[in-house]
């Protein structure tokens, strides 16, 4: 499920026994979905990572684009859209930035309080004004990442969705945690719906298609005898 669908709901209120309603109007029973693990979560994170740099770097782009185009990025999405906008704030201009927070997690799998959930965040964008320093897992040091201005780079962190073996920390909320930039990472549990069977008219118009490109053929074997 998109993150876009729980945007801004609490912990609390997905897990409600007597169900809930998504953004979009879909109403959804208790048992329908529930948050995804953090193993699944961290697996997710990880095969997107690019294994060398915790948080910023350009070498993370491509996979924090991926998972907000997959997801939705809600960090500047008033609609609850996919959208990216340019942000220049402080003084340091991002072009095509946006990011979104999530939740995850089994009941109390970042820490021990009943009902917190576990928080992630991944980031994309490009151009950012000034050069930026990131944690070199291979290198075990801090070192630059990213040049200024020289293209897109993303962020995925160990300690927000990730596990980069340098930290069993990850950061979490209290169940009753909602805010616009922040959805819930759900996995489905009941079965999904029977896919819908063409309606005649459209059966019909694939069924002429085929009979058109197969009498052209015909004809084009012909010419050439």
Do not use: H
């Not at 709901?9 to 953004?23: K, Q």
Request: charged share 15%.
């Amino acid at each position: 499920m998109p993150l876009s669908y729980t945007a801004g709901f609490s912990r609390n209120y997905i897990e409600s026994t007597n169900g809930w309603t998504d953004r979009f109007d879909n109403k959804w029973s208790a048992s329908d979905w529930r948050y995804a693990t953090r193993t699944e979560t961290a697996a997710l994170i990880n095969s997107l990572w690019d294994g060398v740099f915790d948080t910023w770097s350009k070498d993370n782009s491509i996979g924090a684009l991926w998972f907000l185009n997959k997801f939705g990025g809600l960090g500047f999405d008033s609609g609850y859209g996919t959208g990216r906008n340019d942000v220049k704030s402080n003084g340091f201009n991002w072009q095509n930035y946006d990011y979104t927070n999530f939740m995850f997690g089994a009941q109390n799998e970042c820490d021990p309080q009943p009902g917190t959930a576990c928080l992630g965040r991944v980031a994309a964008g490009e151009n950012y004004q000034l050069s930026i320093t990131a944690y070199n897992i291979k290198q075990a040091a801090f070192m630059q990442s990213y040049q200024a201005n020289s293209g897109a780079l993303g962020f995925f962190a160990e300690e927000l969705g990730g596990d980069f073996a340098i930290s069993s920390v990850n950061q979490f909320v209290a169940g009753r945690f909602g805010a616009d930039e922040t959805g819930s990472l759900l996995v489905r549990t009941a079965p999904l719906p029977p896919q819908q069977v063409p309606t005649p008219g459209i059966s019909s118009l694939l069924g002429l298609s085929l009979l058109a490109l197969v009498s052209s053929r015909r004809r084009k074997t012909i010419r050439a005898r």
